[in-house]
T-cell receptor, first 115, second 112 residues
Framework: DQQVKQNSPSLSVQEGRISILNCDYT??????FLWYKKYPAEGPTFLIS?????DKNEDGRFTVFLNKSAKHLSLHIVPSQPGDSAVYFC??????????????FGSGTQLTVLP | DADVTQTPRNRITKTGKRIMLECSQT?????MYWYRQDPGLGLRLIYY???????NKGEISDGYSVSRQAQAKFSLSLESAIPNQTALYFC???????????FGPGTRLTVL
């Protein structure tokens, strides 16, 4: 049973427009959320994170929104650039019974920014 | 120089062979992890280690073993490789007070 879900395997956006990537989670114990970006033949790179005590975190062109009641987070990229084309993974962590804090990843969304 | 390195970057092997993937880091982190990535499944945790004397199984540890030789080195072994272990393998590290993990470039393993 996937605890972190990215329901859109792919997304195409025109350069300069907004990209919105979505992520849903089911485990109410998750309290920290991260987005990673992955280019082909490279490892995932940390992009931005948010704690459950916040509902928004912004870093330059990237903003993450968290809706705890809906168990939903989203990553907004404005404006989108061709170099943003990559696979984006959502990840979540939190306390779980009998286990140390670990990251649980979604399946990823391939973003393509068209020039 | 990369903070987290993995060797080899690519490996093709045959069913039944023993394979070792190595990970080294210069970030000074105590915590190290091994993941595998399969198409459509994201990254799944195989093993993790919070210090040299600590080894823990992750979600999918069957068929794998690990060794934490030093703070900076964490290796993953497949004792007898099978074709469904064909995947991308990533090593990651994190500090004590954060959940943020930093990944190596990955090893593409093919088991024929």
């Amino acid at each position: 049973d996937q605890q972190v879900k990215q329901n859109s395997p792919s997304l195409s956006v025109q350069e300069g427009r907004i990209s919105i990537l979505n992520c849903d989670y089911t485990n109410s114990m998750f309290d920290y959320f991260l987005w990673y970006k992955k280019y082909p033949a490279e490892g995932p790179t940390f992009l931005i994170s948010i704690s459950s005590i916040k509902d928004k975190n912004e870093d330059g062109r990237f903003t993450v929104f968290l809706n705890k009641s809906a168990k939903h987070l989203s990553l907004h990229i404005v404006p989108s650039q061709p170099g943003d084309s990559a696979v984006y993974f959502c990840a979540a962590s939190g306390l779980s019974s009998g286990s140390a804090r670990q990251l649980t990843f979604g399946s990823g969304t391939q973003l393509t920014v068209l020039p | 120089d990369a903070d987290v390195t993995q060797t080899p970057r690519n490996r093709i092997t045959k069913t039944g062979k023993r394979i070792m993937l190595e990970c080294s880091q210069t970030k000074g982190h105590d915590r190290m992890y091994w993941y595998r990535q399969d198409p459509g499944l994201g990254l799944r945790l195989i093993y993790y280690s919070f210090d040299v004397k600590d080894i823990n199984k992750g979600e999918i540890s069957d068929g794998y073993s690990v060794s934490r030789q030093a703070q900076a080195k964490f290796s993953l072994s497949l004792e007898s490789a099978i074709p469904n272990q064909t995947a991308l393998y990533f090593c990651a590290t994190s500090g004590l007070s954060t959940d943020t993990q930093y990944f190596g470039p990955g090893t593409r393993l093919t088991v024929l």
